[in-house]
């Protein structure tokens, strides 16, 4: 079972940028999907954003245009490049990989984001 770590959280202003960064403890190549998400207190996790294994891209409606998700399989890691940061985007974000295929569906411990002036 591939172990999850994610960091690159914190502080930011709005309008500001973080890039958060998904470190795969095994090689991630032929992981069907690896996505982020985000869960804010009160509220049911959500799916921000994922990538398929070849490559397609699916984000929320409200990240599209400002969050990029992109993966290094050499790297074993999963980016998320936040841009035109909101304080609606402050929560606690996650990394996944799901593969139905070998029954995997494994997450990170988390990562704050907190957008605030």
């Known amino acids: 079972q591939v172990q999850l770590v994610e960091s690159g959280g914190g502080l930011v202003q709005p309008g500001g940028s973080l890039r958060l960064s998904c470190a795969a403890s095994?090689?991630?190549?032929?992981?069907?999907?690896m996505g982020w998400y985000r869960q804010d207190a009160g509220k049911r996790r959500e799916l921000v954003a994922a990538i398929i294994s070849g490559g397609s891209t699916n984000y929320a409606d409200s990240v599209k245009g400002r969050f990029t998700i992109s993966r290094d399989n050499a790297k074993n890691t999963v980016y998320l490049q936040m841009s035109s940061l909101k304080p609606e985007d402050t929560a606690v974000y996650y990394c996944?990989?799901?593969?139905?295929?070998?029954?995997?569906?494994?997450w990170g411990q988390g990562t704050q984001v907190t957008v605030s002036s």
């Open positions: 996944n990989a799901k593969d139905p295929r070998a029954g995997l569906n494994n």
């Open positions: 095994g090689s991630i190549f032929s992981i069907y999907v």
